[in-house]
Structure formats: structure tokens, C-alpha cells
């Protein structure tokens, strides 16, 4: 199982790449002179900057107020550049995990490989997925979150009455027009 461990990275951004309704979107982190690029879907994306922020503010609301975490990201840390290439994906993400350590105050990410459940290798043995580790600062989860807030609001504007996403030529909107293709709900 190989492992990505950025202790922290020099850079841990998230982009897409495409045309809004076609992008792909990717995890990059840099340091020690490499780089890693995983793929990963843009709800994974939005669950991510959320699950951050609701992480940071409950370890701020547990200390009382005196975690060292910043209610928003220092304007320093903000980093719209674009993802770094040429870039290779190293692998597609299948599940994330978060978690802080009060040893180091640090926010920990790990994206794991998305594994076929019916692939085995020629010894009957499931071949271990890849992870990619992070260990970041508040600060840095602030500006992360925020960038991917953003990222992920660069798509297709979503319809005002359903929520689901306008297409350049429009869409069927199915709150007026009754019908669901999914049936009533």
C-alpha cells in the first residue's frame, strides 16, 4: 500500500479541471520535490470544506475558545493559483477521513484509494489501497476549505426552485413542470 505523507506540505490545494458540468476535479499536495494528484468527485469536494470547517469550530468550541484556530483563513494563506502540471493522477479517491491532533494542533486529511471489491491479484489477496496523508494547520484548513467552497461553486449555477444544476442551454425544471423521473416525492 503505498502511502502519500505530507508532514506538513508545502502546498495542499484542490482544482478542477473542464468545462462546468464535464470537470474532474483533483486533491494536489507538494513537497519534499514531489507531487501528488489524486481524482476525486465534487460532492467529495464540498463534503470535504464542510466537514473542515464544522471540525475546526467544534476543537475551537471543546477548548473554550483557546484552540489556535482562526475563525477565517489569514489572507496570506489564500492560494488561487491553478493545480500544478503536468500532473498524473496517482490514484481515484474512494473514501476521506478527518481528524485533529491536540498533540500537534494540526488537522489530519486521508484520502483513500477507491478499490474494486471484486478485483483480487493472482495470490486470492486484495491489494491494499493507496493513501494519500496529510497533516495541515488550522490556518491552512481555513484557506483549503475556502478554496474548495470555491472550486466547487465554479460549476453550473444550480436551478432556484429544485436545486439541480442549469445547463448552458437550460434544464427541466421539475418543480414546474410536476414531473420526477424518480417518481412523486
Same mark, same amino acid.
Given at each position: 500500500?503505498?502511502?502519500?505523507?505530507?508532514?506538513?506540505?508545502? !502546498?495542499?490545494?484542490?482544482?478542477?479541471?473542464?468545462?462546468?458540468?464535464?470537470?474532474?476535479?483533483?486533491?494536489?499536495?507538494?513537497?519534499?520535490?514531489?507531487?501528488?494528484?489524486?481524482?476525486?468527485?465534487?460532492?467529495?469536494?464540498?463534503?470535504?470544506?464542510?466537514?473542515?470547517?464544522?471540525?475546526?469550530?467544534?476543537?475551537?468550541?471543546?477548548?473554550?475558545?483557546?484552540?489556535? @484556530?482562526?475563525?477565517?483563513?489569514?489572507?496570506?494563506?489564500?492560494?488561487?493559483?491553478?493545480?500544478?502540471?503536468?500532473?498524473?493522477?496517482?490514484?481515484?479517491?474512494?473514501?476521506?477521513?478527518?481528524?485533529?491532533?491536540?498533540?500537534?494542533?494540526?488537522? @489530519? @486529511?486521508?484520502?483513500?484509494?477507491?478499490?474494486?471489491?471484486?478485483?483480487?491479484?493472482?495470490?486470492?489477496?486484495?491489494?491494499?489501497?493507496?493513501?494519500?496523508?496529510?497533516?495541515?494547520?488550522?490556518?491552512?484548513? !481555513?484557506?483549503?476549505?475556502?478554496?474548495?467552497?470555491?472550486?466547487?461553486?465554479?460549476?453550473?449555477?444550480?436551478?432556484?426552485?429544485?436545486?439541480?444544476? @442549469?445547463?448552458?442551454?437550460?434544464?427541466?425544471?421539475?418543480?414546474?413542470?410536476?414531473?420526477?423521473?424518480?417518481?412523486?416525492?
Amino acid at each position: 500500500m503505498p502511502v502519500y505523507d505530507y508532514d506538513p506540505p508545502e !502546498r495542499f490545494v484542490v482544482g478542477a479541471v473542464g468545462q462546468p458540468g464535464a470537470r474532474t476535479f483533483y486533491l494536489q499536495a507538494r513537497g519534499q520535490g514531489r507531487i501528488t494528484t489524486v481524482v476525486l468527485e465534487k460532492f467529495q469536494v464540498a463534503v470535504l470544506a464542510d466537514r473542515l470547517d464544522e471540525l475546526l469550530d467544534e476543537v475551537l468550541r471543546r477548548s473554550g475558545g483557546r484552540a489556535p @484556530i482562526p475563525a477565517l483563513p489569514p489572507a496570506d494563506l489564500t492560494d488561487d493559483e491553478p493545480l500544478e502540471t503536468p500532473f498524473d493522477e496517482d490514484f481515484r479517491v474512494g473514501t476521506m477521513a478527518l481528524g485533529w491532533d491536540p498533540e500537534t494542533s494540526q488537522v @489530519i @486529511i486521508e484520502a483513500q484509494e477507491a478499490v474494486d471489491e471484486d478485483e483480487d491479484d493472482p495470490t486470492g489477496e486484495r491489494p491494499e489501497p493507496a493513501v494519500l496523508r496529510v497533516r495541515i494547520s488550522p490556518a491552512v484548513a !481555513r484557506a483549503f476549505s475556502r478554496r474548495a467552497l470555491k472550486v466547487v461553486a465554479a460549476g453550473r449555477p444550480p436551478c432556484p426552485l429544485c436545486g439541480r444544476p @442549469i445547463d448552458p442551454h437550460g434544464h427541466i425544471c421539475v418543480r414546474l413542470n410536476g414531473h420526477h423521473p424518480g417518481g412523486l416525492r
